[in-house]
């Protein structure tokens, strides 16, 4: 990118791209519209190592605290992982308030949900029958080894090596690309930021922008260690034609493609997939076979239910009023086959959850994610699970509630993540309420339980709640600092403990209202 364009702060796009004189550019309040990723603010990073994710160590509890600390350390990654995130939340704003019905929108997008999950056995059944009438062949997996396992039987019995496929969260939480390595067949991610992420050995950190963590510099420094560009060049349009360049021989060449899918249509026994790069379309169309791994809550009844859904989907993810491409697949293509595997997971037993079932009708937009001020400044890799950010507190320990009993708190509960949600997942509270059941479950450290204890006791107390702020300012003016600021007290590991008020509202309502009726 010229200096030129980095000092007016212009679209992130080359002169050439721009056509700013197009006679059929789309015109809104007098400015062209741009693509929510070509016309995001241009980057100027300094070079500094990318932080890495949080240490997994087997069934023990992530430690997202740690890793947060690390990532905003590096003050490059951090100002430009929240400033791109919330300048995706600003975009999401515009174009919500660009349509008069948004909140409409949203209240009929979670009836339908709700609705679909409410008889999803008897969608299930119908989108079953209805693709096998369209020559889909149908399969049901329990979890993700049989997801794995099914997928590796078609592949072998077609004997493919080699498999390309688009973005998909739910390959990523069946460790299927592990799983295929074990078994000797190649896997090569067509998506750009999850091909990034494969190269680099690290997992997506974002549901929709799965590189959003690395610098332009950190992608030249993958791509000159894995498939051979200058280290020295970090131009956005010369990294991303390199790994075209280096992907589209192994495309060509591949003996199957996956997809996910966004919705899948009972009605029509069909499913659709949005991306942005037209990879999809590469990985579903170019191979003979097609196969496709989709979550049993990804159903929605009709085809004119998919309206209301996509007009929502890439608003909330990008700030875009639809992604580029919104594929369609019904059946195989002449002399190619099309097979659909169904996942459950836990899937089955969270819709029993009381509290939890509704964190299905998620479209993973990632909304939650852009506006989320610990996300934003944490990074998603900090999580340690597949699902990062709001979202991820209220689904992962769905999965395992002893190596994610430490999510949930990673929060400070403002309500944001509900506020932008477009199918009205109650997040904020859930994640409150994941809380409760962890602590009754034993999940949380000894401190944390016996802090929460002994605070419970005081405010469960008004005169022992009234004495110890009464005592709060003699204690911080002459007790030792050790005291004070000790591990017990989270508060001051990084900011010093303010002095309290010199008045409560309870003395000054007892001194001026008190005796008032």
């Known amino acids: 990118m010229s200096t030129t364009h980095e000092q007016t702060g212009s679209a992130m796009l080359h002169s050439e791209l721009r056509a700013d004189a197009d006679p059929d550019a789309i015109i809104r309040d007098g400015r062209r519209l741009d693509h929510a990723e070509g016309a995001s603010k241009p980057l100027r990073p300094a070079p500094e190592p990318q932080p890495r994710g949080a240490k997994v160590r087997g069934n023990r509890p992530i430690d997202q605290q740690e890793a947060a600390a690390r990532f905003i350390a590096a003050t490059e990654h951090e100002k430009m992982h929240d400033e791109r995130l919330w300048d995706l939340r600003q975009k999401r704003d515009r174009e919500m308030h660009g349509i008069p019905e948004w909140e409409e929108l949203r209240s009929l997008a979670s009836a339908i949900k709700e609705h679909t999950l409410a008889h999803l056995d008897e969608y299930l059944g119908q989108f079953e029958a209805n693709a096998r009438s369209n020559g889909i062949h149908v399969h049901w997996a329990r979890d993700a080894a049989e997801h794995n396992k099914i997928v590796h039987g078609i592949l072998r019995d077609h004997s493919a090596k080699s498999l390309i496929k688009s973005k998909s969260m739910l390959t990523e939480e069946c460790g299927f690309r592990p799983y295929m390595a074990s078994v000797g067949i190649e896997v090569i991610e067509t998506d750009l930021g999850e091909r990034i992420q494969q190269l680099d050995n690290e997992d997506p950190s974002h549901v929709v922008v799965p590189a959003v963590h690395k610098l332009r510099t950190d992608v030249a420094e993958v791509f ?128 029993g959850l009381e509290e939890f079932w509704t964190s299905l009708k998620c479209i993973r937009c990632g909304a939650c994610m852009n506006t989320c001020p610990v996300y934003r400044r944490s990074g998603g ?52 309420a994941w809380r409760r059941v962890l602590v009754n479950q034993h999940e949380v450290p000894l401190v944390k339980k016996a802090a929460m204890k002994a605070a419970g006791a005081v405010l469960s107390r008004p005169a022992a709640y009234r004495a110890a702020v009464a005592s709060a300012e003699t204690a911080l003016a002459h007790l030792p600092r050790f005291v004070i600021y000790n591990g017990l007290n989270a508060w001051g590991k990084h900011r010093e403990v303010p002095h309290p008020a010199k008045q409560t509202f309870h003395s000054w309502y007892h001194a001026n209202r008190g005796e008032k009726p």
């Open 224 to 351: 000159s260690r894995t498939i051979g560009t200058d280290p020295g060049n970090s131009d956005v349009h010369y990294l991303a034609e390199a790994q075209r360049e280096a992907t589209r021989p192994l495309i060509l060449n591949a003996d199957a493609g996956m997809t996910g899918a966004n919705f899948v249509v009972a009605e029509t026994g069909t499913f659709v997939v949005c991306t942005n790069e037209g990879n999809a379309d590469l990985s579903a169309n170019v191979p003979k076979l097609h196969i496709a791994s989709i979550g049993i809550e990804k159903i929605i009844p009709r085809l004119e239910h998919l309206a209301v859904l996509v007009r929502l989907l890439s608003r909330s993810a990008l700030g875009s009023p639809m992604t580029q491409y919104t594929s369609h697949f019904r059946g195989p293509r002449a002399g190619g086959e099309m097979h659909v595997v169904l996942v459950d997971n836990g899937r089955s037993e969270r819709l």
């Open 381 to 432: 890799l900090s999580y340690g699970a597949t699902y990062s950010g709001p979202i991820g507190l209220i689904i992962d320990p769905t999965f395992n509630a002893r190596k994610y009993s430490n999510l949930p708190f990673a929060s400070s509960l403002n309500g944001s993540c509900t506020n932008v949600c477009p199918v009205k997942i109650n997040i904020h509270e859930q994640i409150y």
